[in-house]
């Protein structure tokens, strides 16, 4: 499947922790989707495995909420081989955590099955199209306004594309 085609019927959002951008961002997507009227499976995952079983950051989950989002109940967890099999689309915040991912992929050698499209999550976004989402984690206040910022527009931009296939 092009991920530019068609709607995907599910879609994995994937930064280095899993408690900042890629919760956000799955509740953002998450939001958008179903006010556009599509119907996607949306998820998050992070590349590392620190963080697994924690809710997102309690900056983020602040500032998610200040913009209409909440976060809270989100639950931290690792991308796994799986993934690749169950999601159409993965996408990444930054071109390491593509790199990541796709090192992942390359690993899967027992599926006989079409795996994930994998791309940067701000790929479709003229405004940001291939820019990393910077990782607030280390920042202060108006790196977290920025990142929901940035996540707002490519995830629109994501359903704008498949609104006009």
Known sequence: MLIKDSTPSSVLIVCLGNICRSPTAEEIFRQQAAI??????????????????????KRS???AKSHGYNISKLVARQVNADDFR???LILAMDTQNLADLQRIKDSITDSDQSLAALALFSEEDPTYGGDDVPDPYQGDEDDFEEVIKRIESSAQAWIESWKTN
Do not use: E, M, V, Y
């Open 61 to 63: 989950q602040r500032h």
């Open 36 to 57: 556009a009227g599509l119907d996607i499976k949306i998820d998050s995952a992070g590349t590392g495995d620190w963080n697994i079983g924690n809710t997102p950051d």
């Open 86 to 88: 169950n999601f159409d």
